[in-house]
């Protein structure tokens, strides 16, 4: 073993990253990654280099639950520019088309925008990490490569105009996994008749989390560095954090030591279906659970962070 490796630290939490502008969500994460010292680190979904806001940085057991934030609803807060198309959808791409941005008042942009919210189809922009044949989609649109894709079905639960000025529509949204937002820039814009694409984005929710929770910056975090681990620790959030909008199910003994073999439980009184949070005895966080249809609570994904 190495010696850097030697020195690692098996560090279990949560911490709610705000990454900047500029930088990769890998690169944020991994600056995070070696403030704290940690053997393990994951995230929670991407942000583009152009969007700032809510990382979600998962820890050592912590990363074992990353794909159930990554299922979760996203919250965002936005500019689009109208009247420019862009190669990528936002402002870092190079500009394919401009368009006069005119006859726009807040009604008309409003009709737009109720076409767009609930359920819509979207396809997947070219810059995007989607695979296909094994290699990324970006790969492919960076060598001039284009391929078809298929819609995809996600859900707007809230499209909110914010303000118009200009050419600049602020827009406040909650949406499903797996939405792009320069895509859904892309076809309001062209709803609109003049093309637009993503000036700026923020990222304020994840799942249960969200900005009024308290985010933390890389220079909050190499200051807190500077006193020592217990100082960074204290940023973290338990485990079960991640799960905090399901529901709680409490095992016996017995029931956590079949649970922890892998084997469903009968609980009495559990919910009946969805996913769930097991505890033991003592309110220790066991993992993941889900209700099975003969009405058992099967282990889904199990944590060991004591």
């Known amino acids: 073993m190495s010696r850097s490796r030697k020195h690692l630290r098996n560090v279990h939490g949560l911490l709610l990253l705000d990454k900047p502008v500029g930088i990769s969500s890998n690169d944020a994460l991994q600056r995070a990654k070696r403030l704290f010292r940690a053997r393990k680190a994951g995230h929670t979904g991407s942000l583009d280099p152009i969007a700032s806001g809510l990382l979600v940085v998962c820890l050592g057991e912590a990363t074992k639950l990353s794909a159930f934030l990554l299922e979760a609803d996203k919250h965002y807060r936005t500019v689009f520019r109208l009247g420019v198309r862009t190669e990528t959808g936002d402002a870092e791409g190079a ?39 094994g290699r990324r989609l970006y790969e492919l649109a960076r060598e001039g490569v284009r391929v078809e894709r298929e819609p995809r079905t996600v859900h707007i639960h809230r499209l909110e105009l914010l303000g118009m ?55 909050e975090l190499t200051a807190r560095a500077q006193e020592g681990f217990s100082a960074l620790d204290a940023l973290l959030l338990p485990l079960d954090a991640a799960l905090a909008d399901r529901p709680a199910v409490h095992l016996t003994a017995d029931m956590a030591f079949y649970a922890r073999s892998g084997q469903p439980v009968l609980v009495p009184g559990a919910p009946t279906e969805g996913l769930v949070r097991l505890y033991d005895e003592q309110g220790a966080f066991l993992g993941v659970g889900r209700a099975l249809d003969d009405g058992r609570i099967g282990p889904k994904r199990l944590v060991f962070s004591r």
């Open 165 to 219: 000025e200009g050419d600049l529509l602020e827009l406040d949204i909650m949406c499903s996994k797996g939405t792009y937002i320069r895509t859904l820039a892309e076809d309001i814009g062209e709803a609109l008749g003049c093309g637009a694409h993503v000036h700026a984005l923020r990222r304020l929710g994840v799942g249960p989390f969200d900005e009024g929770q308290g985010m933390h910056t890389l220079d």
């Open 95 to 133: 500009v394919l088309e401009s368009r006069p941005v005119e006859g726009l008042d807040t009604d008309r942009v409003e009709a737009v925008l109720a076409r767009f919210r609930g359920e819509i189809q979207q396809v997947p922009p070219m810059y995007s990490a989607i695979k296909r044949q």
